[in-house]
Protein backbone atom coordinates (compact mmCIF):
# COMPACT_ATOMS: atom_id res chain seq x y z
CA UNK A 1 0.00 0.00 0.00
CA UNK A 2 2.03 3.04 -1.61
CA UNK A 3 -0.24 5.47 -0.34
CA UNK A 4 1.25 9.13 -1.37
CA UNK A 5 3.90 9.35 -3.80
CA UNK A 6 6.49 12.02 -4.53
CA UNK A 7 8.98 11.97 -7.00
CA UNK A 8 11.49 13.46 -6.85
CA UNK A 9 12.62 13.07 -3.74
CA UNK A 10 15.43 15.72 -4.26
CA UNK A 11 16.64 17.58 -6.46
CA UNK A 12 19.43 20.87 -6.98
CA UNK A 13 17.95 23.46 -9.39
CA UNK A 14 19.46 27.14 -10.66
CA UNK A 15 17.90 30.08 -10.81
CA UNK A 16 15.50 30.51 -13.43
CA UNK A 17 14.92 27.00 -14.72
CA UNK A 18 11.19 25.25 -14.27
CA UNK A 19 10.29 21.96 -12.59
CA UNK A 20 7.34 20.02 -11.90
CA UNK A 21 6.73 17.76 -8.98
CA UNK A 22 4.68 14.79 -9.09
CA UNK A 23 2.21 13.45 -6.99
CA UNK A 24 -0.05 10.09 -7.04
CA UNK A 25 -2.41 8.45 -4.24
CA UNK A 26 -3.95 5.17 -4.60
CA UNK A 27 -6.31 5.61 -1.94
CA UNK A 28 -8.94 6.83 -4.01
CA UNK A 29 -9.14 9.86 -1.80
CA UNK A 30 -10.79 13.33 -3.36
CA UNK A 31 -8.79 15.92 -2.25
CA UNK A 32 -5.14 16.65 -2.91
CA UNK A 33 -2.77 19.94 -1.75
CA UNK A 34 0.19 20.61 -2.13
CA UNK A 35 2.41 22.23 1.22
CA UNK A 36 5.74 23.87 1.96
CA UNK A 37 8.29 23.23 4.76
CA UNK A 38 10.21 25.74 5.88
CA UNK A 39 12.73 25.62 9.28
CA UNK A 40 10.28 27.40 11.58
CA UNK A 41 7.34 27.67 9.46
CA UNK A 42 5.17 25.18 9.78
CA UNK A 43 3.75 23.79 6.97
CA UNK A 44 2.10 26.70 4.70
CA UNK A 45 -0.59 25.27 2.12
CA UNK A 46 0.23 26.35 -1.28
CA UNK A 47 -2.14 25.32 -3.53
CA UNK A 48 -5.37 22.34 -3.15
CA UNK A 49 -7.69 20.34 -5.10
CA UNK A 50 -10.72 19.53 -3.42
CA UNK A 51 -12.08 17.22 -6.45
CA UNK A 52 -10.56 16.25 -9.91
CA UNK A 53 -10.85 19.74 -12.11
CA UNK A 54 -10.96 21.85 -9.82
CA UNK A 55 -7.32 23.68 -7.95
CA UNK A 56 -7.31 27.07 -5.85
CA UNK A 57 -4.63 29.00 -4.35
CA UNK A 58 -3.86 28.22 -0.68
CA UNK A 59 -1.85 30.66 1.66
CA UNK A 60 1.19 30.91 -0.53
CA UNK A 61 0.57 30.39 -4.17
CA UNK A 62 3.12 32.97 -5.61
CA UNK A 63 5.88 31.45 -8.16
CA UNK A 64 3.37 28.24 -8.55
CA UNK A 65 1.18 26.75 -10.73
CA UNK A 66 -0.89 23.36 -10.48
CA UNK A 67 -2.63 20.81 -12.56
CA UNK A 68 -5.14 18.27 -11.31
CA UNK A 69 -4.10 15.46 -13.90
CA UNK A 70 -6.94 12.73 -12.80
CA UNK A 71 -8.28 11.89 -9.40
CA UNK A 72 -4.80 10.14 -8.76
CA UNK A 73 -2.48 12.78 -9.29
CA UNK A 74 -1.65 16.48 -8.64
CA UNK A 75 1.63 17.89 -10.29
CA UNK A 76 2.93 21.18 -8.82
CA UNK A 77 5.00 23.55 -11.27
CA UNK A 78 7.62 26.55 -10.69
CA UNK A 79 7.96 28.44 -13.73
CA UNK A 80 11.17 29.97 -12.97
CA UNK A 81 12.72 28.82 -9.88
CA UNK A 82 13.89 31.35 -7.39
CA UNK A 83 16.25 30.98 -4.24
CA UNK A 84 13.64 31.61 -1.80
CA UNK A 85 11.57 28.56 -3.22
CA UNK A 86 14.19 26.19 -1.67
CA UNK A 87 12.13 23.84 0.87
CA UNK A 88 10.48 20.63 1.13
CA UNK A 89 7.55 20.01 -0.34
CA UNK A 90 4.96 18.06 1.11
CA UNK A 91 2.04 16.59 -0.95
CA UNK A 92 -1.13 15.43 1.13
CA UNK A 93 -4.33 13.51 0.31
CA UNK A 94 -7.52 13.47 1.95
CA UNK A 95 -11.03 11.50 1.57
CA UNK A 96 -14.67 13.08 2.10
CA UNK A 97 -14.67 16.65 0.75
CA UNK A 98 -17.47 17.53 2.84
CA UNK A 99 -16.09 16.41 6.27
CA UNK A 100 -13.36 17.61 8.29
CA UNK A 101 -12.99 14.31 10.23
CA UNK A 102 -10.71 12.77 7.65
CA UNK A 103 -6.86 13.45 8.44
CA UNK A 104 -4.63 14.12 5.44
CA UNK A 105 -1.98 11.55 4.32
CA UNK A 106 1.08 13.08 3.35
CA UNK A 107 3.63 11.97 1.15
CA UNK A 108 7.60 11.93 2.12
CA UNK A 109 8.52 14.88 0.40
CA UNK A 110 10.46 16.70 -2.50
CA UNK A 111 13.66 18.09 -0.98
CA UNK A 112 13.98 21.25 -3.51
CA UNK A 113 17.60 23.18 -3.61
CA UNK A 114 17.65 26.30 -5.65
CA UNK A 115 21.00 28.13 -6.26
CA UNK B 1 -1.57 36.58 10.31
CA UNK B 2 -0.46 33.02 12.31
CA UNK B 3 -4.05 31.56 13.58
CA UNK B 4 -3.02 28.69 15.25
CA UNK B 5 -0.19 29.80 17.80
CA UNK B 6 2.28 26.05 19.06
CA UNK B 7 4.81 26.17 22.30
CA UNK B 8 7.39 25.35 22.33
CA UNK B 9 9.63 25.47 19.79
CA UNK B 10 11.58 22.68 21.12
CA UNK B 11 11.59 20.41 24.14
CA UNK B 12 14.02 18.10 25.53
CA UNK B 13 12.74 15.53 27.93
CA UNK B 14 14.45 12.48 30.09
CA UNK B 15 13.01 8.91 29.09
CA UNK B 16 9.65 8.00 31.19
CA UNK B 17 9.15 11.92 31.76
CA UNK B 18 5.69 13.38 30.70
CA UNK B 19 6.07 15.75 27.31
CA UNK B 20 3.75 19.04 26.77
CA UNK B 21 2.78 20.90 23.86
CA UNK B 22 0.77 23.59 23.62
CA UNK B 23 -1.62 25.25 21.22
CA UNK B 24 -3.70 28.52 21.47
CA UNK B 25 -5.76 29.39 18.03
CA UNK B 26 -8.14 32.61 17.52
CA UNK B 27 -11.05 30.97 15.00
CA UNK B 28 -14.08 29.76 16.90
CA UNK B 29 -14.86 28.50 13.64
CA UNK B 30 -12.25 25.83 13.47
CA UNK B 31 -13.48 22.40 14.34
CA UNK B 32 -11.02 19.88 14.32
CA UNK B 33 -8.09 19.85 16.06
CA UNK B 34 -5.69 17.12 15.01
CA UNK B 35 -2.15 16.67 16.23
CA UNK B 36 0.92 15.19 13.24
CA UNK B 37 4.12 13.52 14.33
CA UNK B 38 7.16 14.19 11.74
CA UNK B 39 9.94 11.78 12.12
CA UNK B 40 13.60 13.36 9.87
CA UNK B 41 12.84 12.46 6.33
CA UNK B 42 9.64 11.67 6.34
CA UNK B 43 5.58 13.51 6.06
CA UNK B 44 3.84 14.40 9.24
CA UNK B 45 1.65 11.72 10.07
CA UNK B 46 -1.93 11.77 11.98
CA UNK B 47 -1.10 11.40 15.62
CA UNK B 48 -4.38 12.18 17.80
CA UNK B 49 -7.35 14.36 16.64
CA UNK B 50 -10.14 15.85 18.96
CA UNK B 51 -13.39 17.96 18.26
CA UNK B 52 -14.16 20.56 20.29
CA UNK B 53 -17.51 19.22 21.92
CA UNK B 54 -14.81 16.42 23.89
CA UNK B 55 -12.64 18.37 26.61
CA UNK B 56 -10.06 15.24 26.50
CA UNK B 57 -9.18 12.25 24.33
CA UNK B 58 -6.44 9.67 25.16
CA UNK B 59 -5.11 7.06 22.37
CA UNK B 60 -1.99 5.20 24.86
CA UNK B 61 0.38 7.46 25.76
CA UNK B 62 -0.78 9.55 23.96
CA UNK B 63 -3.51 12.62 25.15
CA UNK B 64 -5.06 15.46 23.95
CA UNK B 65 -6.66 18.39 26.08
CA UNK B 66 -8.52 20.75 25.31
CA UNK B 67 -9.99 23.80 26.43
CA UNK B 68 -12.77 25.35 24.19
CA UNK B 69 -13.29 28.45 26.56
CA UNK B 70 -9.54 29.59 26.61
CA UNK B 71 -9.28 28.28 22.86
CA UNK B 72 -6.52 26.24 23.62
CA UNK B 73 -5.45 22.51 23.22
CA UNK B 74 -2.47 20.62 24.31
CA UNK B 75 -0.50 17.69 23.21
CA UNK B 76 0.60 15.41 26.56
CA UNK B 77 2.94 12.40 25.91
CA UNK B 78 3.12 10.22 28.75
CA UNK B 79 6.37 7.81 29.69
CA UNK B 80 8.01 9.73 26.94
CA UNK B 81 10.22 7.31 24.75
CA UNK B 82 13.17 8.27 22.34
CA UNK B 83 11.37 6.90 19.91
CA UNK B 84 9.01 9.58 20.08
CA UNK B 85 11.45 11.85 19.68
CA UNK B 86 10.00 14.06 16.35
CA UNK B 87 8.72 17.28 15.80
CA UNK B 88 5.19 18.24 16.39
CA UNK B 89 2.91 19.90 14.41
CA UNK B 90 -0.87 21.31 15.93
CA UNK B 91 -3.52 21.90 13.67
CA UNK B 92 -6.53 23.25 12.98
CA UNK B 93 -9.63 22.94 10.32
CA UNK B 94 -12.46 24.56 9.52
CA UNK B 95 -14.81 24.90 6.29
CA UNK B 96 -13.53 27.24 3.92
CA UNK B 97 -14.24 28.76 0.91
CA UNK B 98 -16.98 26.25 -0.54
CA UNK B 99 -16.97 23.22 0.62
CA UNK B 100 -13.34 21.65 1.09
CA UNK B 101 -11.76 21.81 4.50
CA UNK B 102 -7.98 22.75 4.78
CA UNK B 103 -6.13 22.44 7.42
CA UNK B 104 -3.64 24.99 9.18
CA UNK B 105 -0.45 24.46 11.07
CA UNK B 106 1.23 25.45 14.25
CA UNK B 107 5.29 25.96 13.48
CA UNK B 108 5.96 22.87 15.01
CA UNK B 109 7.81 21.93 18.10
CA UNK B 110 11.06 19.63 18.13
CA UNK B 111 10.78 16.88 20.88
CA UNK B 112 13.94 14.91 21.60
CA UNK B 113 13.76 12.27 24.30
CA UNK B 114 17.02 11.22 26.39
CA UNK B 115 17.49 7.69 27.31
Known amino acids: NAGVTQTPKFQVLKTGQSMTLQCAQDMNHNSMYWYRQDPGMGLRLIYYSASEGTTDKGEVPNGYNVSRLNKREFSLRLESAAPSQTSVYFCASKDRLYNSNQPQHFGDGTRLSIL | QQQVKQSPQSLIVQKGGISIINCAYENTAFDYFPWYQQFPGKGPALLIA?????SEKKEGRFTISFNKSAKQFSLHIMDSQPGDSATYFCAASRRSGGSNYKLTFGKGTLLTVNP
Open chain 2, 50 to 54: IRPDV
